[in-house]
């Protein structure tokens, strides 16, 4: 009976040994919780210098990005990161130049993430690609999953396509109608002042050359010059929103006519007073003025048809002393027509010039 107790009691103590050696091995083996926001895409580097802050070339603009971990993986952290760093490269390239420009990206995944046209927009109409972008900086802080991009661009690339930028804006100015030929002028000769400051060779090829652009600048000064030969009169004409276009070219036209070929008509140039219809005919290099008012007036009239009244004056200036040459001539005329909007003005034109009111100008003794 001895014997078997003995047997039972160090069997026990057999169980309870090896079982209080499972439970150490398991509480040695217990599961390590890591940072759920840890990854591990790009190897494991110490910090570098450019994220505390040493970001500054002394021929380079630099912007400097983060992302946190992204759905899209990899590429969605690394496309953003980078929108990040062309946000601010294009700050401190408005902060060192205090111009305006345009960078574009166009950032594409497979996941169509963030896959559309990033412009990042300072203040000109300059666009720098993001071929010209060099040196795409990358570091990875794995135990929190943030990704940082730098990135950067020289600096005379940046300055010399901004005073491009500048030129080709004057250049299109010149182009303008709206401005007299002599300011046209003056402004191509401003772009090509500005164009031979450029140093074409810190500009990427699709950019062209300066023979380029002076050939296109200088093409268009010529032809300005010879249509700009200062015309004997300039003709304008003010008259309200509901006299067409076209009146108004057919009432300057019979007025080139009666009285002289040298000169010319300034379309839709706006002026209601006379002082600064003057200074428009001197920027023209014109010796003389011809002012002309045109009015129409519709009524209602008897039987139920309509009556349009015409009312047509002119004045000729001496431009350079700024002072009436001839007297106001006056001519007016009617016309009645059962449609209010078919009336025929250009016949009341030609019977108010028939009428003869209009002599060829006289200048006053």
């Not at 600096?155 to 100015?173: F, G, M, P, T």
């Amino acid at each position: 009976m001895t014997i078997i107790m003995k047997y039972s009691l160090r069997k026990i103590l057999i169980v309870f040994f090896l079982s209080f050696l499972l439970f150490q091995g398991c509480a040695g083996k217990a599961p390590v919780i890591e940072n759920p926001n840890r990854c591990s895409y790009l190897q494991k580097t110490e910090k570098p210098s450019w994220i505390n802050g040493s970001n500054h070339f002394k021929n380079f603009y630099s912007g400097m990005g983060q992302a946190e971990k992204q759905q899209g993986g990899f590429q969605a952290q690394l496309n953003l990161a980078k929108k990040h760093a062309l946000a601010d490269l294009s700050e401190n390239i408005k902060v060192n130049v205090h111009s305006e420009f345009h960078i574009e990206n166009i950032i594409d995944t497979s996941q169509n993430i963030n896959a559309k046209k990033i412009k990042q927009k300072i203040k000109t109409a300059s666009i720098i690609e993001l071929n010209d972008i060099s040196d795409t900086k990358r570091w990875l802080d794995q135990e929190n999953c943030i990704l940082w991009c730098r990135i950067k661009i020289k600096k005379q690339l940046v300055d010399n396509l901004i005073e491009l930028e500048k030129s080709e804006n004057i250049y299109q100015k010149a182009l303008s109608k709206s401005i007299t030929p002599e300011m046209r002028i003056k402004n191509i000769n401003d772009a090509i002042i500005l164009l031979n400051n450029i140093d074409f060779s810190q500009l990427p090829a699709h950019h062209n050359s300066k023979a380029f652009y002076l050939k296109k600048y200088r093409r268009q000064k010529e032809k300005l010059a010879k249509n700009y030969t200062g015309k004997n009169m300039i003709f304008i004409v003010n008259a309200p929103q509901n006299v067409a276009a076209d009146f108004k070219n057919e009432v300057v036209t019979k007025f080139m006519a009666k009285n002289t070929s040298d000169a010319m008509y300034l379309k839709d140039y706006d002026c209601s007073a006379t002082n600064s219809c003057l200074e428009a005919a001197r920027d023209f290099g014109a010796q003389n003025l011809a002012l002309i008012n045109i009015n129409k007036v519709i009524s209602k009239g008897s039987m139920g048809m309509y009556k349009g009244e015409l009312d047509i004056s002119i004045a000729v200036y001496d431009v350079g002393a700024g002072e009436l040459k001839t007297d106001l001539i006056k001519g007016q005329g009617q016309i009645f027509s059962f449609e209010k909007d078919n009336i025929k003005w250009s016949a009341v034109l030609a019977k108010i010039f028939d009428s003869g009111v209009y002599k060829p100008f006289i200048e006053r003794d």
